[in-house]
């Protein structure tokens, strides 16, 4: 148990990675996008920004996203809300986290008007969970359950 003033008692936290449920369910795709089957997408073609879209994220919640880029034979993708939160232009297992700015995230070109040949896969994006806690003699800290400090505060 805690004592009142936070400054006594250590409590030891659970350091593996939580994450929510899957958010990549559904998706929504676009018309220059191929769906391969068995959880992979293709995006073959010049023009608009075609989308492969899941909805339901929640704005200002933190996220976790791991996607194998299998194939970039010409340009590259971006994955985004509102903004962009990443650029995939290189093939191999491509993790991140982004704070949802939007109810939706997308892979789409980087470029509109430029031809763009990337196929990914195993696609998985999860919310990352409430706050960790880690109070010990110099105060309380938390952290993110990818052990990223959140935010702190000294004992009195």
């Known amino acids: 148990p805690l004592d009142e003033d936070f400054a006594t008692t250590t409590i030891a936290v659970n350091n593996a990675a939580v994450l929510g449920s899957e958010e990549w369910v559904s998706p929504s795709v676009g018309a220059e996008w191929t769906d391969n089957g068995g ?3 293709t995006l073959d073609g010049v023009g608009t920004y075609s989308e492969l879209l899941i909805s339901g994220l929640t704005i200002g919640k933190i996220y976790y996203l791991n996607v194998s880029v299998d194939d970039v034979t010409s340009n590259s993708l971006s994955f985004r809300g509102i903004s962009v939160y990443s650029t995939l232009a290189s093939t191999g ?18 470029n509109g008007g430029a031809a763009v040949d990337v196929t990914i ?17 110099s ?9 990223q400090l959140v935010s702190c505060a000294k004992a009195n």
């Open 93 to 110: 297992q491509k993790e991140l986290t982004f704070v949802a700015d939007s109810a939706s995230a997308a892979f789409t070109r980087t």
């Open 39 to 41: 959880g992979s997408y």
């Open 139 to 147: 105060g309380w800290r938390s952290y993110n359950a990818f052990n």
């Open 121 to 137: 896969s195993a696609i998985t994006v999860k919310e990352i969970p409430a706050k960790r806690w880690l109070v010990d003699d």
